[in-house]
């Protein structure tokens, strides 16, 4: 059994902001709250939490293993008679809600099937809730993300490896993926192979080009382990780069650097954002870097905070974020240097290990 510290927490704030429930889907959501959640499908699964109690709704199928991971009380359902009896069932032992804060990230048919069975005068999503505790990561999810982190490097290895001419991106896109699986990951989220002008999309899907000689390769990856997940983006060059080329990685190596010597207690995340965007600014490449500096890391791969400008959000020891300059240079090539780091007491932790240098392979 998980102890629900996360739980009691989420309990102590709705009462100090007068939520009378909250609604928590099969998502990070609830694993953050439970330490745990069922496999996610169409069938109706929610924790309803009150700031006294907390029961949950579930389909009878998943119903002993719920049981086995979650002190609770259940109320299940089969697939011949559906949920509503025992959504009706669960509302009726919390009390009725005024007011109902639900999980944003959760299937819109849940809602609207609880909107059936309660009929709240105000509903909210409960980020106000959680993202403030979700925010600072206690010292085993900063482990958890560490573990994450290195899983990463090694998959990275295999990327870099994988990476000559004649090979498709898809290729070295499956090669990762395998490698990630073999070293235990629960889900591979994205492994981006953006070879020669495709790295000038920052969101390109590794397809059937083939990498040939000249090409600049952004290595863009990232899985799950055991709930928390792992970002790193490192580049390849085939064949002996370009000056123009060492002069951007040069640049974007330096706004990665700045930007994470800058991470400490009191700083803002827009500050982060600043100080990368002026690096490359300086260098003559700041129309060219389109998007944020970085996005929080934990059970989600995008969470909170978000470094860019107009995220005011003072860090504090146990945010932890990517940091991921990139200039795009359509029609030539792009580069990409991204790491996650943690905001520790005194400044900051990088939890990428993998080396910043270009690889350069023949
Ligand atoms: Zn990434
Ligand atoms: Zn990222």
């Known amino acids: 059994m998980q102890t629900n510290a996360g739980l009691a927490r989420m309990q102590s704030a709705m009462q100090e902001a007068g939520v009378d429930l909250a609604a928590i889907g099969p998502t990070a959501n609830m694993r953050y709250l439970l330490g745990f959640a069922p496999h996610p499908d169409e069938r109706l699964c929610l924790l309803l939490v009150s700031p006294q109690d907390t029961c949950m709704v579930v389909p009878g199928l998943n119903l002993e293993e719920v049981a086995a991971h979650a002190d609770l009380s259940f109320f299940s359902w089969a697939d011949a008679d559906g949920p509503q009896v025992a959504l009706r069932q669960a509302l009726a032992a919390l009390r009725m809600p005024r007011t109902l804060a639900v999980d944003g ?66 290729e070295v896109a499956w090669v990762t993926e395998a490698a990630f699986r073999q070293d235990g990951a629960e889900e591979v989220n994205f492994t981006l192979i953006a070879s020669g002008p495709n790295g000038a999309y920052p969101h390109h899907h590794s397809g059937e080009r083939r990498l040939q000689t000249g090409d600049a390769i952004v290595i863009d990856i990232g899985a799950s382990l055991a709930g928390y997940k792992s970002d790193i983006t490192r580049m390849v060059h085939l064949g002996q780069p370009s000056p123009e080329f060492l002069k951007v990685h040069a640049a974007v190596y330096q706004a990665n650097q700045r930007a994470m010597a800058a991470v400490r207690p009191g700083a803002t995340c827009e500050q982060i954002d600043r100080v990368a965007r002026g690096t490359l600014e300086a260098a003559g490449y700041g129309p060219f870097f389109t998007h944020r500096t970085g996005h929080g890391v934990g059970l989600e791969g995008h969470e909170p905070p978000w470094i860019m400008a107009g995220d005011a959000t003072v860090l504090r020891a146990g945010m932890a974020f990517s940091i991921e300059p990139g200039v795009y240079l359509v029609g030539q090539f792009g580069v990409r240097i991204e790491d996650v780091v943690v905001v520790t007491e005194s400044g900051v932790r990088n939890l990428t290990g993998f080396d910043h240098a270009l690889v350069v392979k023949a």
């Not at 999503?125 to 290195?150: C, F, G, H, N, Q």
Request: include cysteine.
């Open 105 to 170: 990230t959760m299937r819109a048919d849940f809602l609207l099937r609880l909107q059936e069975a309660a009929t709240p005068d105000h509903t909210t999503t409960v980020d106000a809730l959680l993202t403030p505790l979700r925010l600072r990561k206690s010292a085993a999810e900063i482990a958890a993300l560490a573990r994450a982190a290195a899983q990463a490097d090694r998959a990275m290895q295999a990327a870099v490896d994988a990476c000559r001419p004649g090979v498709t991106e898809a």
